[in-house]
């Protein structure tokens, strides 16, 4: 299966995911790696993998539903069948979504439905949960609210603060991440009743 990495930032689980894909029996090929702005370690990651790469600004178009459009379309050009959102911290919009319609997976670091949006981490941290994880889901027009594909659960220790607690559900999440893409990879997915099942 062809696959698109969306990033933002550091890019721990691209590169986990680029780890996989050196072997072909994962079944997932990291075939691009697009970003919302440059110069961050994420496309670093995917030049050193000689995975081609592309950046689409917001500020560099007219309005967020050009950005969206083309954001798609730079996306389109690599013939995904699968498109990994992996701390992309962008909302992607209802042109990009239609485009890929039940092919876009994000990851949150949380249990979902459980703080949703920029600060998973912290919100578990703050309300006081003694567990809280990461979860992998098909993205649909909410934020944080699709089918969910798999979760993973890590405990809150006592002398967390938000870095540490970060930190350990990244470990997990990565972990996750792998096996899950390799398999939506491998035996494909499908979604009913918000269920997703693997298998065609
Ligand atoms: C991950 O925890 C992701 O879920 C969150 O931001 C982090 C990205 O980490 N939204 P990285 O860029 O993959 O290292």
């Known amino acids: 299966a062809r696959v698109v ?9 691209l590169q986990a995911l680029l780890d996989a894909a050196v072997d072909p029996a994962y079944g997932a090929a990291i075939v691009a790696v697009g ?8 496309l670093a990651r995917a030049d050193r993998s000689g995975v081609p790469t592309f950046v689409a600004k917001l500020k560099d178009y007219s309005s967020r539903d050009a950005w969206d459009v083309a954001l798609a379309d ?4 690599f013939d995904p069948d699968l498109v990994v959102l992996a701390g992309f911290m962008k909302l992607v919009g209802p042109a990009f979504l239609e ?14 439905p459980s703080f949703p949006g920029v600060n998973g981490p912290g919100d578990a941290l703050a309300y006081g949960v003694k567990v809280t994880g990461a979860t992998l889901f098909v993205v649909d027009a909410g934020v944080d609210t699709g089918p969910i594909v798999a979760q993973t659960v890590v405990p809150v220790e006592d002398d967390d603060d938000v870095a540490t ?15 899950e893409v390799g398999r939506m990879a491998r035996e494909g997915f499908r979604i009913t009743d918000r269920k997703v099942r693997f298998g065609l």
Do not use: Q, Y
Not at 35 to 42: F, K, L, N, V, W
Not at 99 to 112: E, K, M, Q, W, Y
Not at 172 to 177: G, I, V
């Open 35 to 42: 970003a919302d702005r440059d110069g961050i370690e994420g």
């Open 74 to 77: 730079r996306v389109a050009a």
């Open 165 to 179: 607690l970060h930190e350990r559900i990244k470990v997990a999440e990565r972990r996750m991440l792998v096996t």
């Open 5 to 13: 990495v969306l990033v933002s930032g550091s890019g721990t689980n």
């Open 99 to 112: 485009r890929f319609a039940g092919r876009v997976v994000n990851t949150h670091p949380a249990l979902c």
